[in-house]
Structures are given as structure tokens and as C-alpha cells.
């Protein structure tokens, strides 16, 4: 049933790396105490997204493109961000339902979309007007350059502007194994384990110098730029390469990778019932690894449900067109 769901001609192994995502995404959010978690996934958890837009990115006339935007993030962003809202109205008024409405556009909340849908522009005009992988390269770095002196003044915050600069190396992570995909995926497994334990070694050493500070995307924080890029490119790198070499195919996964949309949104909610529930049943949920799974399974559970509804019933609202 819930394989009917699953776009089998998409590959597998992208829709399993972005399912590890946005998985790495949710669990991190259920254990802000654990420093070392965040040590290790934050150099990829994120970056991931862009970097697999990236590789599945095709340049297109202006209209498709914005059109396609507009479908695929934008409707879907105000939607699935706006309905709990819209639902609470008769209990809380207008006034926050407005308030949440221009706390999505600013980047206060669910900071991810302004971000993406503004860096995703950034990253279309480049595509599109450098004629030249050299180019592609080197204007992606000069808005990351550009991006970071914004921030640090304090300039275009608003709607994550500046972070969507920031973030032009990571598309370009997934365009440049678009160019160079057979070369990579022919390495041997040997050598993707070294850059495996590379990338581990990296962390530790990072864990060592910069005594626990990890990269937060949002935050536009990065311990050392320099240092931050090797681990996201080396990370991404080695995500990439394993994963389609293996050619890893889970209809679980793919499910998850294609339902990002509806999870990254609303996991959050699902959390917070399942806490509530337990608090009302006499259980205060500790802070620990497995609690946080089980929030983490919970949540995948109700957001799954609530994506296949979607996906059968409201496809318009996660991005998709109706099935014939």
C-alpha cells in the first residue's frame, strides 16, 4: 500500500540521502543536549539538502523554473506551515495566525525554506549565466565571501538572505559529482572508507581544537571556514559516493526521502503530542538517546500517515501533481 507512494523511477539512492537527512535533522532536534551528536552530523545534516538539489538541479527557461519553485517548495512551505495555525484560529484569533504567516517569511521560523527557495535562485543564476565549470566554482565561493561579511554586519537577515549566499558551496557539492559521477562512483571501496575515517578523524580533531563548537547552518556559524568547508565537502563527498555506489534502494527510505516536505514541517507537532500524551499518563520522557528515538519513530509514523493522506487526497499541498 504505502509503496504505491514511492516514485520508483526516481533513484533510490538520492531519495536514502535525503531520507538520512532529514532524519539526522529530527533526531538532532530531540537531543540539543548531546554535543557529540551534533560534532559529527552537523557538517552534512544540512548541507546534504543543498547539495542534492544541487546534483538533481536542470537548468531551465526563467517561467518552468519559478514555476516548478513555486510548486514544489513555496506552495507547499505556506500550506503545511500555515495549517496548524489556520486549525487553532477559533481558539487563538487572527492575530497569531498573522504573526506566524510573517515569522516564515522573515526566517524566524522554519528557517530552512527562505533559505532554499532564495538559494536556489542564487544558484540558478549562476548555472545559468557561467558558461563554465570554473565559473560555476568560482561565483558560488564569491557569494559565500559575500554572505559571510553580510552576516557579520548584520545586513539581509531578513529571509536568510545571507545564508542563502552562504550556502552556494553546498549546491555546488551536488553539481560538481552531477560532473564528475563516473569518476567518483569508479573509486574502490577502500578508498571511500579512508575518506570515511578521514572525515571521523576530521571531527575529532575539530572536537579537540575547537573545544565541541559545531557548524549550525541556521545560525550561520562555522568554526573555521576553511575547516567547516573540508568537512562539509569531505562528508557530503563520501555520503554521495557510498551511497551510489552501493545503489542503495529501501522503500522506507525513499518514502521518507520523498516526504521530507510533510516530516521537516511537522515532526515537530507530532513531538510535542507524544509528550504531552506521556505527561498526561504520568511519564516525564528523560533525555536520553532512546527516548529521543522513540520521538524520532513517533513522529515518522504520524507525519508518514499524514503524507500518504496528502499525497492521495491533497498532492497540490506536498508539492506533486495528482496521479492519473
Known amino acids: 500500500m504505502i509503496r504505491s507512494f514511492v516514485n520508483d523511477s526516481r533513484k533510490g ?53 519559478l514555476s516548478q519553485l513555486f510548486r514544489k517548495v513555496i506552495v507547499p512551505w505556506i500550506i503545511l506551515g ?35 527557495i532564495i538559494g536556489e535562485v542564487i544558484h ?15 561565483a558560488s565561493f564569491v557569494c559565500l565571501v559575500i554572505g559571510l561579511i553580510l552576516h557579520r554586519y548584520n545586513y539581509l537577515d531578513y529571509a536568510m538572505f545571507n545564508r542563502a549566499l552562504v550556502v552556494q558551496p553546498f549546491f555546488l557539492i551536488g553539481y560538481l559529482f552531477q560532473q564528475f559521477e563516473h569518476q567518483l562512483t569508479g573509486l574502490k571501496w577502500n578508498k571511500v572508507i579512508i575518506a570515511a575515517i578521514a572525515y571521523i578523524g576530521l571531527c575529532l580533531l575539530s572536537k579537540a581544537v575547537f573545544h565541541g563548537q559545531t557548524i549550525d547552518v541556521h545560525m550561520n556559524r562555522y568554526i573555521n571556514v576553511p575547516y567547516s568547508l573540508i568537512l562539509v565537502f569531505l562528508g557530503c563527498f563520501t555520503l554521495f559516493i557510498a551511497a551510489s555506489k552501493a545503489g542503495f534502494r529501501s522503500w522506507v527510505m525513499s518514502f521518507i526521502g520523498q516526504n521530507t516536505l510533510v516530516l521537516y514541517i511537522w515532526h515537530g507537532i507530532a513531538i510535542s503530542l507524544l509528550v504531552k ?48
Open 82 to 116: 500555515m495549517l496548524p495555525s489556520l486549525v487553532t484560529i477559533p481558539f487563538h484569533g487572527f492575530v497569531p495566525t498573522v504573526d506566524r504567516l510573517l515569522n516564515m517569511m522573515s526566517g524566524k521560523e522554519l528557517w530552512f525554506f527562505p533559505c532554499f
Open 13 to 65: 539512492w538520492v531519495d536514502a540521502l535525503r531520507g538520512l537527512a532529514i532524519l539526522l535533522v529530527m533526531y538532532g532536534h530531540s537531543v540539543k543536549w548531546l554535543p557529540d551528536f551534533f560534532v559529527f552530523t552537523s557538517p552534512v545534516k544540512m548541507p546534504l539538502f543543498f547539495a542534492i538539489t544541487g546534483y538533481v538541479f536542470s537548468v531551465k527557461e526563467w517561467r518552468m523554473f
Open 124 to 138: 540558478y543564476i549562476i548555472r545559468r549565466y557561467c558558461n563554465k565549470d570554473i565559473w560555476i566554482v568560482a
Open 277 to 324: 500524551a506521556a505527561s498526561v499518563a504520568g511519564w516525564v520522557m528523560p533525555f536520553n538517546w532512546w527516548a529521543a528515538l522513540i520521538k524520532v519513530l513517533w513522529a515518522c509514523v504520524v507525519c508518514g500517515v499524514a503524507a500518504i493522506i496528502l499525497n492521495k487526497y491533497f498532492p497540490f499541498a506536498v508539492g506533486k501533481r495528482k496521479s492519473k
